[in-house]
């Protein structure tokens, strides 16, 4: 990865008749970098893609490739390629000619082809298989010959629409760390869509997060994890409790806020706009909680309630607490490794949080 | 029906050896019947251009007045005297010179008479076939002391006649059973008689026929017992071994109907080449082969010496001058009878 | 224009053109002239080209073309209800209780791939006097005579008719038997239906639609059909098609025959719109 | 899974519901060898005469070859037009769709005596004589809605971004049609095309108005129904015929369900 821009996007728009599907899109991308677009379906994340793959128009901003205005140029002629989530595969010709499809509109000679299809099903360690009809391939084997296809074209940029979502579990994730693998040794910019979480963040360098047409905040995964900068996007990543808030004092950085249920603690805030006597909406992920039956010690804020409900997911306990002063029951995360804790439902119980774990989610009356 | 066969099979041998004949041959267009393409029919015109004609077909005479109606072109066209007045009337056809016919005084002069051969004094057509239409019943079920047209309507054979699916020829039926003057022109008296006559036997018809085989076949079964048809039947039902003939007492009641080939306006082709075909179709050879391999009966009247004798026998065209005495011939029917007949006979056939 | 083409509705609209403009053109042609016909006169052999309404004075004041109009509607009416309840079992059967779908399809379908005169002239040779049927019922000896009242009336003609829309009727109801989801079936059983409750409750108002598809398909086309009454309708077998070939043809009166044509196509989509009304109506009324 | 058949009676409906179907359409062939001109029980003796009489007309082969014209060029227009039209409806949302589907399918509908008719009358006031470029018109007209409807289901089944993956891997719209959507709906074009074909080819109330001095085979046979003579040659034709159409129908069979498999 360097630092010079293949992708800029500035402003991009897209309406379907009176529905808004893409609104003020702007982006930057690296070279060399991997890219998740990452929200709920029909957020207008694939529509982005697709826009920048040629096979939709934009009807404002511009989108430039390589530093190349696109906006005449169609998907046929663009610098990138695209892996389906059909895959898309042929079903007329072999895997050969699936991979050799592009390389024949190049006026490449036969052994030049004969030798990329080679090395790019070697890539995705499906050499041998070039004869077998595209009906005799597995969903893992047919999304390696969608890859190969693509890459065959050294694209600058390879557009990848849900690439995993037609897999099973487990080879889901074996592709993930093998195609991660794949983009690093390339050195391809990679830019895909997806609705799963884990995806994006097992595999991005930086994830976009949408929400109904809006790319709502972009950054490393670790960031988005950690200061998710909405509600939305904090639902979006990981479990959340919301909680109420309000601000009880003035000054930079750090201030201090009456949690609902929890009470006075002192948090990050965003010094700018936080006054005195702002309604807060912060977050708590689950597993930053602490839980007891009696009440933990060295915590910044504590709350007393009852189990309302367990749920059991084998690494780790859910605990659903139900707190005078709070509207939802907070959720509480505890790993399974030593079985020391053991509540059950109507247990009183002790919760615990640190100032550190209070996630600021802005303003509350903008936020529902 | 074995003649039929053979004659078939030696014309389509006969065919397929010509196919390679001038194609001057073929430029002449005849709108026909189909089996009307027999090349015994025409041997002279074979023989002097190296081929056949061409031919397109029609499956009936309104049909073929429809399309030409509608511009269809062709040199010569084969229909029979009753259309022609129509055609006539819409321009189609050409007078023809009879100077011009090498056989026309051959022709029987009974034939060339004819209203629709001749109309107004010109001739519009070159009488080819004729034949009868008759009354066919099954000899093992109908004495023939008890035959007659009349008979038809007896409640004792319903559903067990058969009547053709034409107008003009079931109101020629009627005509003969009720004893109308002239079937050309009927009185309204004599066309209502007609129409009643005709609407009595319609409680017994079994079918009307449409094609002639039909009549044949129920004929064949004893499904019907007698009906109103050619003269072919008639021979197909000899040559089937069925105890069947035409009643052919011109007391009784008989038709005859002649057909011929006409000069179409549209034609394309040269007077000498229309005209060849004319001779050659007419010609006593033509007459002969057509009288002993069809059955049918020719207008060349030499045909009648020259044919095998006892063929004409079986035939029943022996005596061929009485036989024209009494018959009653197709006609032209004016045009306002024609119309109210086509009209009726829908109502007749519907029940009404 | 070339901006129009780029859009999803300037494309469709240029692809669906040829064939809806064919389509379109030799639908609207011909309608125009037969209504134009509807309005001249037949004098003879020429056209009078007044305009008149004598010819449909004359259509609606004859009781003649009533009662053609009257029989066909009823002919085709018993012969879209005789093919739709004898293929309705069929198309069943291939949805619910086979597994070789495509065998049955096609061996349903292979008889009609012979020319259509044939098929009309050998229900001929079954019917007929000394046909199939009668030479089979008199060897083993059933009958003494021939029965005739197989042959050339309005019981053959449907019978012809309905064999030959067979694949028409079964085609559509089995894509619309083939449509229903069966949970909803197990669902119905679930709810306490008996069998037969359950087909009359659920799986007969779901294949309305197919059912509808079938008749029109068969209905409209049997109205308009000539060739079979006159080949096996005998004396009482005549349709209103009929009356209208001898209009265009023998009669030569082509105005009356566009008139004809006309009111017979009015009566048809008359009859039609009310059979899907009616039948709409009912399968809603199916609790 | 197995379904357990529960009604046999509904088996045995449908064999002899079979046997309905299939009663009349084996006769043909039967009588086809009869040594006999009248059809009708007993049946005399075994012969390939008329099969072997079939050879030499050259009027019934004339009308045969005219058929065919017909209905090649009827299945390829057809179909052609079909294609486009069943693309547009299945891929595109545009004003008028459901107008234009309606229409198309309405040929299926208008009795054909209508039709014909007034399709005549509309040919010649354009000039247009009887012959078969008129029959073809006409046939067109009436196989559009079958090639539709099959063009349709194959496109139903066709996933769409097979075209984008091909273009997007360098293809022009051309070139993504013809390496990508022809190959892929093949077995529809076939379908189509066979159907079409038979549609035309058992073609006869249009082909009776609109034929000219070139009748089709529907329109012979039907001038050959009317002489009892030449009616076992017409039985002998018509099991070939079936044979024919049989072997094509197969065929097509074949191409419609290798294009499920691989979709």
Not at chain 2, 152 to 159: D, H, I, L, T, V
Not at chain 3, 172 to 191: C, F, G, H, M, N
Not at chain 4, 94 to 104: A, I, N, P
């Amino acid at each position: 990865m360097n630092d010079q821009n293949i992708i800029e996007i500035s402003k991009v728009e897209k309406r379907f008749g009176t529905f808004t599907a893409v609104s003020d899109f702007s982006l930057d991308l690296k070279e060399g970098e991997f890219f998740s677009l990452l929200g709920p379906s029909g957020c207008g994340k694939t529509t982005a893609l697709r826009m920048i793959a040629g096979f939709q128009d934009h009807d404002a901003g511009t989108i430039c490739i390589g530093g190349q205005e696109m906006a005449d140029i169609p998907a046929n002629k663009r610098p990138t390629n695209m892996v389906f989530q059909s895959y898309a595969i042929f079903p007329h010709l072999n895997v050969g000619d699936n991979v050799a499809f592009g390389l024949r509109k190049l006026g490449l000679s036969r052994a030049e082809i004969k030798t990329r299809v080679a090395d790019a099903l070697d890539m995705v360690e499906l050499g041998g298989l070039q004869s077998r009809k595209a009906d005799e391939l597995s969903g893992g084997q047919r999304q390696r010959v969608a890859l190969a296809r693509a890459l065959v074209m050294r694209p600058k940029v390879l557009l990848l629409d849900e690439p995993l979502s037609a897999l099973d579990k487990n080879l889901r994730e074996t592709m993930q760390l093998e195609m991660r693998r794949l983009q690093q040794r390339l050195g391809i910019t990679f830019v895909m869509v997806t609705h799963d979480q884990y995806e994006a963040m097992t595999m991005s360098d930086r994830i976009g997060v949408m929400f109904a047409g809006k790319l709502e905040q972009v950054d490393k995964p670790e960031v988005i994890y950690a200061r998710p900068c909405n509600r939305q996007v904090a639902s979006f990543i990981g479990g959340m409790n919301f909680l109420n808030a309000r601000m009880t004092g003035d000054g930079g950085g750090r201030m201090d806020v009456d949690v609902q249920g929890f009470g006075a603690l002192t948090i990050d805030v965003n010094p700018n706009v936080r006054i005195h006597g702002t309604d807060l909406l912060v977050g708590i992920r689950p597993e930053q909680l602490e839980i007891g039956a009696d009440r933990p010690e060295g915590y910044d804020g504590y709350l007393q309630g009852t189990v309302s409900d367990v749920a059991f997911y084998g690494e780790s306990v859910h605990y659903y607490v139900q707190a005078p002063g709070t509207d939802d029951p907070i959720a509480v995360a505890v790993p399974n490794y030593f079985h020391t804790v053991d509540h059950k439902r109507g247990d009183t119980v002790w919760l615990g949080v640190q100032n550190a774990s209070i996630i600021d989610l802005g303003a509350r009356e903008s936020q529902k | 029906m074995k003649n039929i066969t053979t004659a078939l099979l030696t014309a389509t041998a006969l065919t397929a050896a010509a196919s390679t004949a001038q194609a001057d041959a073929a430029a002449l267009s005849i709108f026909d019947w189909s089996g009307y393409e027999d090349q015994g029919f025409y041997g002279d015109y074979v023989a002097k251009h190296g081929g056949a004609p061409s031919y397109t077909y029609f499956g009936s005479v309104e049909e073929a007045f429809t399309k030409l109606q509608s511009g269809f072109a062709a040199d010569l066209a084969h229909p029979c005297t009753d259309a022609l007045r129509k055609w006539v009337a819409a321009d189609l056809i050409k007078p023809i010179d009879t100077t011009k016919l090498s056989n026309w005084d051959k022709l029987l002069p009974q034939i060339k008479d004819v209203d629709g051969v001749t109309i107004d004094g010109q001739t519009y057509m070159v009488p080819f076939e004729w034949g009868n239409t008759g009354l066919i019943y099954r000899t093992d079920m109908i004495a023939d002391d008890k035959i007659s047209i009349q008979a038809m309507a007896s409640p004792e054979y319903q559903g067990k006649i058969a009547v053709p699916d034409a107008a003009s020829s079931a109101y020629a039926l009627a005509a003969l059973a009720t004893g109308a003057s002239s079937y050309t022109d009927m009185s309204d008296a004599e066309f209502q008689a007609a129409s009643d006559f005709l609407r009595a036997i319609h409680q017994n018809v079994r079918f009307y026929w449409s094609d002639a085989g039909q009549l044949d076949q129920a004929l064949a079964s004893g499904e019907v017992v007698m009906g109103w048809g050619w003269n072919q039947s008639e021979l197909n039902l000899i040559w089937n071994e069925t105890p069947a003939k035409m009643m052919r007492d011109v007391d009784k009641g008989i038709a005859t109907w002649v057909c011929g080939y006409v000069h179409l306006k549209s034609a394309t082709q040269s007077d000498e080449q229309v005209y060849d075909m004319l001779n050659a179709l007419s010609a006593e050879a033509s007459g002969k082969y057509i009288i002993e391999s069809w059955g049918y009966a020719h207008s060349n009247a030499d045909a009648f010496k020259s044919a095998d004798q006892s063929l004409i026998e079986t035939y029943g065209f022996a005596d061929v001058d009485s036989f024209f005495d009494g018959s009653l011939f197709f006609d032209a029917v004016t045009p306002e009878l024609e119309v109210r007949m086509l009209k009726e006979f829908e109502r007749i056939k519907a029940g009404f | 224009m070339a901006g129009f083409l780029k859009t999803e509705a300037g494309k469709g609209l240029a692809l669906s053109a040829p064939a809806s403009l064919y389509v379109g053109l030799l639908v609207a042609g011909p309608l125009g002239i037969l209504v134009a016909y509807s309005f001249w006169t037949q004098t003879y052999v020429d056209i009078d080209k007044t305009l008149t309404w004598a010819n449909y004075i004359e259509a609606a004041s004859d009781p003649l073309v009533r009662h053609l109009m009257l029989r066909s509607i009823a002919i085709a009416g018993a012969v879209t209800l005789a093919t739709v309840a004898l293929a309705y079992p069929i198309a069943y059967f291939i949805a619910f209780r086979t597994q070789k779908k495509t065998l049955w399809l096609l061996l349903i379908t292979i008889p009609f791939w012979s020319s259509y005169l044939l098929r009309v002239f050998s229900w001929k040779l079954i019917l007929g006097f000394n046909g199939v049927m009668n030479s089979a019922l008199l060897t083993t000896g059933v009958i003494d005579e021939p029965l005739t009242f197989l042959l050339y009336n309005e019981f053959a003609v449907v019978l012809t008719l309905a064999h030959a829309w067979a694949p028409f009727a079964i085609l559509p109801i089995y894509v619309s038997l083939q449509k229903v989801d069966r949970a909803l079936l197990e669902a119905a059983t679930d709810l306490g239906c008996s069998k037969l409750e359950r087909f009359l409750r659920v799986t007969l108002p779901l294949t309305i639609p197919g059912i509808i598809a079938a008749s029109l398909i068969i209905f409209i086309p049997t109205v308009g059909d000539y060739v079979t009454p006159s080949l096996v309708g005998g004396s009482q077998g005549k349709m209103i098609a009929n009356l209208i070939q001898v209009q265009f043809g023998p009669a030569n009166n082509w105005p009356l025959g566009a008139t004809l044509s006309l009111v017979a196509m009015a009566s048809v989509g008359f009859v039609a719109i009310l059979f899907v009304v009616t039948t709409t109506a009912l399968g809603r009324r199916i609790r | 899974m197995k379904i357990v058949t529960r009604f046999p009676w509904l088996l045995v409906y449908a064999i002899a519901y079979l046997i309905f179907l299939y009663a009349p359409v084996l006769l043909l062939p039967l009588f086809s060898f009869n040594d006999g001109t009248i059809v009708a029980f007993p049946m005399k003796g075994f012969t390939l005469k008329w099969y072997a009489g079939l050879s030499g007309q050259e009027t019934l082969l004339q009308a045969m070859v005219n058929s065919l014209i017909v209905g090649l060029v009827t299945a390829t227009v057809a179909t052609s037009l079909g294609l486009f039209a069943a693309r547009a409806y299945v891929r595109y949302q545009f004003k008028g769709r459901e107008v234009s589907e309606g229409l198309v399918m309405l040929p299926l509908v208008i009795p054909g005596i209508i039709v014909a008719s007034s399709m005549l009358v509309l040919f010649l006031s354009m000039g247009l004589k009887p012959s078969l470029t008129t029959v073809i018109l006409g046939h067109v007209f009436l196989a559009l809605p079958f090639a539709v409807s099959i063009m349709k289901s194959a496109f139903d089944d066709f996933d769409q971004s097979l075209e984008e993956a091909a273009f997007d891997l360098g293809e022009s719209v051309i070139g993504t049609f013809r390496r990508v959507t022809l190959p892929i709906v093949a077995p529809g074009i076939i379908a189509s095309l066979l159907v079409t074909f038979t549609v035309s080819f058992d073609e006869f109330v249009l082909a009776f108005f609109l034929s000219g001095n070139q009748p089709t085979l529907p329109v012979y046979i039907w001038s050959q129904i009317r002489f009892p003579a030449k009616l076992p040659n017409t039985l002998a034709l018509g099991s070939l015929l079936l044979l024919a159409s049989v072997v094509l129908l197969l065929t097509a069979e074949y191409f419609r369900r290798r294009s499920t498999k691989s979709a």
